[in-house]
């Protein structure tokens, strides 16, 4: 029959191996954020283990998903810009402005869109 070890043995040993394993105190939620959805833990307990430089979390508490909002930030475009897209291209100002919308406002990538076609 095995003998269980006790906590602090278990410690003492996890030291010796260079593993260091404490509570982050005061955490509320934890929040794992993936391409589609995030993942929220509330109420979370979380055990940090420090072994050799590296950290492991192991996080506890009442679980729950939910889809991401896209939040499709709309970019103010300057006239000056605008007017600068469509002097370089010779397309209209409105061509200009959804190339610079559709580029996020970066002018050498809206150029090259109108130029390209797009």
């Known amino acids: 029959m095995r003998k269980r070890m006790s906590p602090r043995n278990a410690k003492r040993m ?3 191996m260079g593993m260091n394993m404490g509570e982050m105190p005061d955490v509320q939620e934890v929040i794992f954020r993936t391409s589609d959805k995030e993942i929220v833990v509330e109420n979370a307990q979380v055990a940090v283990l420090d072994m050799g430089g590296q950290k ?4 506890t508490g009442e679980v729950n998903e939910r ?6 930030a709309k970019v103010t475009i300057p006239e000056e810009d605008a007017q600068l897209v469509a002097d370089q291209t010779g ?4 061509d200009a402005k959804r190339a610079l919308e559709a580029s996020d406002g970066d002018l050498a990538k809206a150029i090259l869109l109108l130029q390209t076609g797009g």
Do not use: C, D, G, N
Request: no cysteine.
């Open 14 to 16: 996890m030291q010796r």
């Open 56 to 59: 492991i979390f192991q996080v």
């Open 67 to 72: 889809a991401l909002e896209t939040q499709a």
């Open 91 to 94: 397309k209209s100002m409105e």
